[in-house]
């Protein structure tokens, strides 16, 4: 077998996950992308290999993702169907597509390959990233240890039920889209009462990383949390209270609940 891991795609998503599997050994890595140059200048500044179309990863690698497009999927899933059924050895499709399940991937391909469904994000890029998993039956207990080992260099992985992946991915997959938007407002926050915009930002992000720490390395509930920072009459409750009038939480929750539906949209397409 040629390599561990295989990108065919190397977009936000497919990049920022190579660029965690050649944390350890880029030798056992392969890229290739519908833009041939996109995919060579990656595998340079990653210091792995190149593949020249989508059937050599196929043929090659034994973990491969497929970082496509949910409505390019089926396409590239029939292109390669042939390469799959001819191979003798054990091989895993990994699959980021929203959406789509892995019946329905299983589906286009025309057999029930081994498919590992994954929902990262973009901070997988450098090691702080979230990634829910499930897997088809196909798939065994070690090939999935082996795969969550090997991808370490990620972040945090947890295995979830399928049928939860699309609410899932509305939080952890969309979510640093809406926590940079609460970053930049921070940061314009900060510029509005004069502090110089490098330093708005710093410390604002610097803030958001804290405060998500303490979440996770505490387990206790974000509103306990917040009350601790509280004083009574003091400036933080001030904030707190203008972020209610505004409706923070609730276009939060507005937030997810859209990209959750947007998901289910995605896999009927």
Same mark, same amino acid.
């Given at each position: ?95 980021? &597509?929203? @959406? #789509?399940?892995? =019946?329905?991937? !299983? $589906? ?10 994954? *929902? ?71 510029? &509005?009462? @004069? #502090?110089?915009? =490098?330093?708005? !930002? $710093? ?10 720490? *303490? ?55």
């Amino acid at each position: 077998m040629g390599y561990t891991f295989g990108f065919i795609g190397t977009g936000n998503m497919g990049g920022a996950l190579a660029r965690a599997a050649c944390r350890r050994r880029p030798e056992q890595v392969v890229l290739t992308n519908r833009t041939l140059e996109k995919a060579v200048a990656l595998a340079e500044e990653l210091d792995c290999d190149i593949a020249m179309d989508n059937e050599a990863v196929a043929r090659e690698a034994q973990y491969i993702f497929l970082g496509v497009k949910p409505q390019m999927m089926e396409g590239l899933l029939r292109s390669l169907a042939s390469t799959l059924a001819a191979r003798a050895d054990r091989y895993v499709l990994v699959s980021m &597509a929203a @959406g #789509l399940s892995i =019946a329905r991937l !299983q $589906e286009m391909l025309g057999f029930a390959a081994p498919i590992l469904r994954i *929902m990262p994000n973009t901070p997988c890029a450098i090691g702080q990233g979230m990634i829910l998993y499930a897997a088809s039956e196909q798939v065994t207990e070690a090939e999935v240890e082996e795969f969550c080992d090997k991808m370490a260099g990620a972040g945090r992985f947890d295995a979830l039920e399928e049928r939860l992946m699309d609410a899932a991915s509305a939080v952890s997959g969309c979510g640093p889209a809406f926590v940079y938007q609460f970053i930049e407002a921070m940061a314009d926050g900060g510029v &509005a009462c @004069g #502090l110089p915009r =490098a330093k708005a !930002q $710093e410390y604002a992000a610097q803030t958001l990383a804290g405060a998500a720490g *303490m979440v996770l390395a505490t387990g206790r509930h974000p509103g306990q949390l917040k009350d601790e920072v509280c004083s009574p009459g003091g400036s933080t409750i001030a904030g707190v209270y203008a972020l209610e009038q505004g409706g923070v939480r609730a276009a939060v929750m507005g937030a997810v609940v859209a990209s959750w539906k947007k998901n289910g949209e995605l896999g009927k397409q």
